[in-house]
């Protein structure tokens, strides 16, 4: 791993092309708007991809040059290569990437892959949500305080199909009283994954300074481990050690 933490932002970036209320909130794009703020980090290196760039995006030559990705898609969550979901599954499984899976992706075919559920939720029309930090020693929730508002956000309740998470750090209030796992983690083979929902694209939850925050400690904390060694599930027998 090279010193700063390669992060690859990677966005369907269509909302943003054809829905002026996206346009205007996120100008450069969802990705754009989250490059920018991770690109203030020394300690990092943001490159930022979209679903109509060639190779859906990733090409070998990015995925296998990232540390951490992120992912945001909605609507064309379909149009994604079963091929792309591998390769990006054995990254996290098998080289320790950090995938880090924003709002609409809880429904992406990576996401899918790599935690083993539906993802499928409750959902309703855009209302406040009060984000509550319930495991503020968690790497991800440092600086976080013990609650925040977002004034508009996409309702998504529970239940949420996904199987229990290895740290379940927020919980989200919704004004019409529904809640919500609004920021988990996974641990799957050798990678860190975590979910993290604010982020609808006509709500500016990715100017917020908390938001932001969090998904600059997320990067951190997923980047991969130093094991040393390589994680290979894919060997069939290992000689008894001496
Ligand atoms: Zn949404």
């Not at 030559?61 to 290569?81: A, P, R």
């Not at 591998?86 to 790599?114: C, N, Q, T, W």
């Not at 199909?161 to 927020?170: G, K, L, S, T």
Request: proline share 7%; with cysteine.
């Amino acid at each position: 791993m090279s010193e700063k933490i390669r992060v690859t932002v990677w966005n369907e970036f269509r909302h943003e092309k054809t829905e002026e209320a996206a346009r205007a909130i996120y100008p450069e794009g969802i990705h754009g708007a989250i490059g920018a703020f991770l690109s203030k980090n020394s300690d990092m290196e943001v490159r930022l991809a979209a679903l109509d760039d060639p190779g859906q995006g990733l090409p070998d030559e990015i995925l296998n040059s990232t540390d951490v990705l992120l992912w945001w898609g909605h609507m064309h969550h379909g149009e994604v290569k079963d091929e792309l979901v591998e390769r990006i599954r054995r990254r996290v499984y098998v080289d320790g990437m950090g995938f880090i899976a924003l709002h609409s992706a809880h429904h992406s075919k990576p996401f899918r892959a790599l935690v083993g559920a539906t993802g499928n939720l409750l959902w309703g029309d855009e209302q406040k949500e009060i984000v509550w930090n319930i495991l503020p020693s968690h790497p991800i929730a440092a600086g976080v305080p013990q609650h925040f508002t977002l004034p508009e956000e996409e309702l998504y309740a529970e239940p949420f199909q996904i199987p229990r998470p290895d740290a379940h750090i927020f919980e989200g209030w919704y004004e019409h009283g529904y809640v919500f796992r609004t920021g988990v983690t996974f641990l799957r083979g050798a990678g860190k994954i975590f979910y993290f929902q604010p982020g609808h694209e006509t709500c500016p939850s990715y100017h917020n300074e908390t938001v932001q925050r969090i998904i600059t400690n997320a990067v951190r904390w997923a980047k991969p481990a130093d094991f040393g060694y390589k994680v290979d599930p894919g060997a069939p027998w290992v000689p008894p050690i001496a």
